[in-house]
């Protein structure tokens, strides 16, 4: 059974460093693509960043770019998102989720963890 | 503004065929396969169609999806009580180079 288990919730200031990490079991991590999708509070899905299977392509979303590094360690199993320059505005849950056929494709999902950006 | 435009709400009655539509551009439903979740109340995201009309194992056969051009559409047929949740369609844009999302439409079944 494909398990994703997100850690690293908690609450910062605005300006302050956050990493989020995602542990991975039940399918051959180094085979997918992996992804961070977020969700603000009582606002649709947004897509974060996305990763290679070997980890040497990277994608990020234009809201984030220069401030989040997306990143695995595939002897780990753990997919990981080291966020900087927080903003209020990137207060969600941030859902880890495992790439199908197409990275689009987000065959299973975590259970979130929450980021609140606040003073 | 999401990228993907999908309608804010849908709603039908048991047993009703509920489409819901997507609309995109070249770049993304127009060059890509597209994708849809259901979140139910409260829970992740669950992948419902994959590659514009393929369903994962464990989906049920009411629901279907379909491309055509800039657009897609997800259909839900024989409406169940169960199945009131967001949807959200997603695809890769080649534009941007990275995964867009709809705003995400409200299923209300009454």
């Known amino acids: 059974e494909v398990q994703l288990l997100e850690s690293g919730r908690g609450l910062v200031q605005p300006g302050g460093s956050l990493r989020l990490s995602c542990a991975a079991s039940?399918?051959?991590?180094?085979?997918?693509?992996m992804s961070w999708v977020r969700q603000a509070p009582g606002k649709g899905l947004e897509w974060v960043s996305a990763i290679s299977d070997s980890g040497i392509s990277t994608y990020y979303a234009d809201s984030v770019k220069g401030r989040f590094t997306i990143s695995r360690d595939n002897s780990k199993n753990t997919l990981y998102l080291q966020m900087n320059s927080l903003r209020a505005e990137d207060t969600a849950i941030y859902y880890c989720?495992?790439?199908?056929?197409?990275?689009?494709?987000?065959?299973?999902w975590g259970q979130g963890t929450l980021v609140t950006v606040s003073s | 503004q999401s990228v993907l435009t999908q309608p804010p709400s849908a709603s039908g009655t048991p047993g009703q065929r509920v489409i819901i539509s997507c609309s995109g551009s070249s770049s993304n439903i127009g060059s890509n396969t597209v994708n849809w979740y259901q979140q139910l109340p409260g829970t992740a995201p669950k992948l419902l169609i994959y590659?514009?009309?393929q369903r994962p194992s464990g989906v049920p056969d009411r629901f279907s999806g379909s491309k055509s051009g800039t657009s897609a559409s997800l259909a839900i047929s024989g409406l169940q009580s169960e199945d009131e949740a967001d949807y959200y369609c997603?695809?890769?844009?080649?534009?941007?180079?990275?995964?867009?999302f709809g705003g995400g439409t409200k299923l209300t079944v009454l």
């Open positions: 039940g399918f051959t991590f180094n085979n997918y693509a």
């Open positions: 590659s514009s009309n």
């Open positions: 989720a495992k790439g199908g056929v197409v990275v689009a494709a987000l065959t299973n």
């Open positions: 997603a695809a890769w844009d080649d534009s941007l180079n990275g995964v867009v």
